[in-house]
């Protein structure tokens, strides 16, 4: 399926995200605000802030922040989970067609699991264009990780996946957190617009039982868009794996990779 048709698949879960997804470290936002010297009450462009889950950190910290989400229903998810912090505002546009009001220039334009959805041709231009020289462009991805003693549970569901047609082909076990690449580097460079300050890998694990697993699984594009025969079988195997362990969980390594970028 495209991104375009994927990249609104989310909205259909906004009342899930928040709880299924896990929180970021708290060490990915210290890095955040050393690599790029930020301080409050620096002002704050988010794009694609789904339910505002690396909004409410930095909301927090005290800045000004505006945060731009596709979906209506997330966008309402987040003004709901933002509604303490009146120097917050949530718009509900496509980040490609937003115009800013006064808010403009930002000091910072970040996107957390969001920025591989906007349109490849248009993102750093538009990103370059709300930036004054020296402003900073801030991405991070949430990704399974596979150390070297990742959970075998994965292998297991992997072969569920291949039976159904919905591996993706790729070599198993993928590469440890280490050995991943970031193509967000080469992107930023590439563009003419951005000179990479730095890269930071952020690994954790969290466990999971059967039922929270499932919860997460259904705020994931490619699941939420699966044929309903194929995720019921899918989920069914879940329970099943599960059922045998003695504590009934798994437990789902995660990789976040912060690239910063500074306008030139």
Known sequence: MSREHLRTTFDTVAADYQRARPDYPVDLYTDLLTMTGIEPPANLLEVGCGPGKATIPLARLGFRITAVELGAALAGEARRELRDFPAVSVVTAPFETWRPGDDSPFDLLYAA?????IDPRLKYDRAAALLPSGGHL?????????PEDFDPFFTEIQRVYDEMGEGDGAAWPPPTPEEQPDPTAAEF?????????GTRRHVWARKYTAEEYIALLNTFSGHIAMQASKREHLYGEVRRLLAVRPDGRLTRHWLAVLTVGRRL
């Open 113 to 117: 699991t969001a920025w591989k959805w």
């Open 189 to 197: 460079e590439d563009s003419g617009q951005f000179t990479v300050v």
């Open 138 to 146: 801030a991405v991070w991805d949430a990704q399974h990780a596979f």
